[in-house]
């Protein structure tokens, strides 16, 4: 019987009342964009994604995590971006922190000690608000949103008929 896999990322995860802002401030825009819009119970910016492993795996992406020191830092996301090719829309920092690029080598350090393999990693640290974007929008920028990091999480996500359902299995506090 093969073993059953978990599908595994870190990420940033808004407090209720940045998710609701979150929501507002870009409704307008994704009710224009077409496409599949992200509800807001989902908003999260990535920060490794790991992808699916063996249960075991879970409890060394907690050690890993458990490892990382970095500093709380605030992000400023003030930009509505169309990506091709993802084909999303995100709500974006034209200059993300260098905290935060501190808080993501750390953490895939960390994991890369545990032995866990990870793809190189690209993008833009962003919150994905619509997929399968059918046109592109212009960018422009948004009311500016700061949003104090103090933690980061280990989230499991679920395949569920009405789409991915994430699950916070840890969560790590920022010095
Ligand atoms: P759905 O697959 O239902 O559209 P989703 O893509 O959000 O939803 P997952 O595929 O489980 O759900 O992805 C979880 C998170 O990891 C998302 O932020 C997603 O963008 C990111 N992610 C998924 N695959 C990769 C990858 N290969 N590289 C980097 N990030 C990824
Ligand atoms: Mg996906």
């Not at 407090?15 to 009710?31: P, S």
């Not at 119970?41 to 995590?65: C, K, M, S, Y």
């Not at 970095?70 to 922190?97: H, K």
């Not at 935060?100 to 393999?117: A, C, E, M, N, V």
Request: no cysteine; proline share 9%; charged share 20%.
């Amino acid at each position: 019987m093969p073993e059953s896999q978990h599908r595994l990322f870190f990420a940033l995860w808004p407090a209720d009342d940045l998710r609701a802002r979150i929501e507002r401030d870009t409704r307008a825009f994704v009710a224009q964009a077409g496409g599949r819009p992200i509800p807001a119970a989902n908003f999260h910016i990535t920060l490794v994604f790991i992808g699916d492993v063996p249960a075991a795996q879970i409890e060394a992406a907690r050690i890993a995590a458990g490892a990382v020191t970095a500093r709380s830092f605030s992000l400023s996301l003030d930009m509505l971006e169309s990506w091709t090719g993802a084909d999303v829309l995100v709500y974006s920092g034209e200059y993300p922190p260098p905290a935060l690029g501190t808080l993501i080598d750390r953490l895939r350090i960390s994991l890369l000690q545990q032995h866990f393999k990870l793809q190189r990693q690209t993008f833009k640290p962003h919150v994905t608000l619509v997929r399968k974007l059918p046109r592109r929008l212009p960018k422009q920028p948004l009311p500016r949103l700061e949003w104090p990091v103090n933690d980061f999480v280990l989230v499991e996500s679920q395949a569920e008929e009405s789409g991915s359902v994430y699950k916070v299995i840890g969560r790590w506090p920022l010095a």
